[in-house]
């Protein structure tokens, strides 16, 4: 059973820095960042292959939002910068293969947690 926690989440000011970070019981997963906000569907936010080589992340998150990892530590860190009131979700963690944009490609999901960005 692979287990993902997902931690960091919090309410800050819009202009406002966030870390948002998954522990993986099990490596060798590609990993990637969604989220939903309410009333709405689950969205993607940002991928990362297993050897960090692909990144990817929706247009709205590009230079402000950055997906990392550690291998060694099986961690995916999501650092989001001048965050606005509209990325206010539930940010899921999720790990599978292949990974990739689309949620239906992620076996394994954590519990989500919560960013509130506020005007």
């Known amino acids: 059973q692979v287990q993902l926690v997902e931690s960091g989440g919090g309410s800050v000011q819009a202009g406002d820095s966030l870390r948002v970070s998954c522990a993986v019981s099990?490596?060798?997963?590609?990993m990637g960042w969604f989220r939903q906000a309410p009333g709405k569907e689950r969205e993607f936010v940002a991928y990362?292959?297993?050897?960090?080589?692909?990144?990817e992340y929706r247009d709205s998150v590009k230079g402000r939002f950055t997906i990392s990892r550690d291998n060694a530590k099986n961690m995916v860190d999501l650092q989001m910068n001048n965050l606005k009131p509209e990325d206010t979700a539930v940010y899921y963690c999720?790990?599978?293969?292949?990974?990739?944009?689309?949620?239906?490609?992620?076996?394994?999901w954590g519990q989500g947690t919560q960013v509130t960005v506020s005007s």
């Open positions: 999720a790990a599978g293969s292949p990974g990739g944009t689309n949620s239906r490609l992620y076996q394994h």
């Open positions: 990362i292959s297993l050897n960090s080589r692909r990144i």
């Open positions: 099990t490596g060798g997963y590609s």
